[in-house]
């Protein structure tokens, strides 16, 4: 069955350096991989899509990576902030329109100051 | 422009009670999906509307549920009985494009059942 793995339940990071958060997946081909935040009590919000023929992705602070051969993608946020403390949602999917979006449990990440 | 709207943030029921969980979707937005999210685990997909028509309710996990969309535009979902495995948060999400686009989640129903 198709199985998202997110690295670890809880990363902390100091201040300005650089988090990375990972996400595995198995017995999935996916054309595409979207990354959500979501705080306490809020709904995710959408960050980033990245699709298998893209190899990396950009916004501000935040990088993505696609590695369809590994089955993996990488989520960097670099100078890392307080503010940037959060879950971290990664979730393939497909192009059909009809194949759910599926999540992984999420990266509690904790920016230390 | 209003996003997603649910109601009631919160509500606590006992046990064989019903519950109605409502969600107003972005304007002009046809997809409209419904997921779970159970204490300690992923968020799950329940089911997909496109407009009034479900596309998807694969994700649904028994007859006590019933999703509704009237005219395509709020939906509501309806758990009766409740059980005390239904407590969780209910989120509803809305886009454009299905699944291959953005989705735009609402804040959540957390649904408590005693």
Not at chain 2, 34 to 51: A, N, S
Not at chain 2, 87 to 95: D, E, H, I, K, L
Request: aromatic share 10%; hydrophobic share 30%.
């Amino acid at each position: 069955s198709q199985k998202i793995e997110q690295n670890s339940e809880a990363l902390n990071i100091q201040e300005g350096k650089t988090a990375t958060l990972t996400c595995n997946y198995t017995n999935y081909s996916p054309a595409y991989l979207q990354w959500y935040r979501q705080d306490p009590g809020r709904g995710p919000v959408f960050l980033l899509l990245i699709r298998e023929n893209e190899k990396e992705k950009r916004k501000e602070r935040l990088k993505v990576t696609f590695d369809t051969t590994l089955k993996q993608s990488l989520f960097h946020i670099t100078a890392s902030q307080p503010a940037d403390s959060a879950t971290y949602l990664c979730a393939p999917g497909h192009d059909s329109g009809n194949t759910p979006l599926v999540f992984g449990k999420g990266t509690r990440l904790s920016v230390i100051a | 422009e209003a996003g997603v709207t649910q109601f009631p943030s919160h509500s606590v029921i006992e046990k064989g009670q019903t519950v109605t969980l409502r969600c107003d979707p972005i304007s002009g937005h046809d997809n409209l999906y419904w997921y779970r999210r159970v204490m300690g685990k992923e968020i799950k997909f329940l089911l997909h509307f496109v407009k009034e028509s479900k596309q998807d309710e694969s994700g649904m996990p028994n007859n006590r549920f019933l999703a509704e969309r009237t005219g395509g535009t709020y939906s509501t979902l309806k758990v009766q009985p409740a059980e005390l495995e239904d407590s969780g948060v209910y989120f509803c999400a809305s886009s454009l494009i299905a699944f291959t686009g953005e989705l735009f989640f609402g804040e959540g129903s957390r649904l408590t059942v005693l």
